[in-house]
């Protein structure tokens, strides 16, 4: 039977202990995919394990495939969706979810190449309204507009706005 998230699967503890242990081993997410596919494991809503899957899983838990390139880059007063999502407790791809359908407003930082968010309790108090559903829609755009505002992050520039849910 379909289910919707990882933590409803039946063997869901098992299988994180197998992808960790087998990225552990150097193997690719395809691979540890395949695996987990013909050892009886699948992902949400697929009657296969996803390369995404396994990704999402050897990140939430610090597993980089290439140890000595680490992509994690750490800007000072900023967070990166993989470090917001790990204070809030949800997963990246929720974040990333929202970007995409505008329920968060934010421009891709050119030079990092990846969406940055200020790193303070502000930001993570409009987030846990987001996740309880209490907000509809977030906005960290950058721009010339309010340059001078007290509310624009120094580091990456986000001037953090919220509408209320309806």
Not at 68 to 84: A, I
Not at 97 to 122: C, E, S, V
Request: with cysteine; aromatic share 4%.
């Amino acid at each position: 039977m379909p289910v919707r998230t990882m933590e409803a699967l039946s063997q869901c503890k098992q299988m994180q202990q197998e992808v960790l242990k087998l990225s552990g081993q150097g193997l690719k997410d395809q691979d540890v995919a395949s695996r987990l596919t013909r050892a009886g494991f699948r992902s949400p809503s697929r009657d296969t394990v996803l390369p995404s899957t396994v990704r999402e899983i050897r990140m939430r838990h610090g597993v980089l495939l290439h140890p000595g390139h680490p992509r994690v880059r750490q800007t000072p007063g900023c967070l990166t969706v993989t470090q917001l999502a790990n204070k809030l407790g949800v997963l990246s791809h929720w974040i990333y979810d929202r970007i995409h359908n505008g329920a968060i407003q934010i421009t891709m930082d050119k030079k990092l190449k990846m969406y940055l968010f200020p790193n303070d309790q502000r930001t993570l108090e409009q987030f846990r309204k987001l996740v309880a559903g209490k907000t509809s829609n977030h906005s960290y755009m950058r721009g010339h507009q309010d340059a001078s505002s007290p509310d624009r992050c120094p580091e990456c520039g986000a001037v953090p706005k919220m509408k209320e849910a309806a």
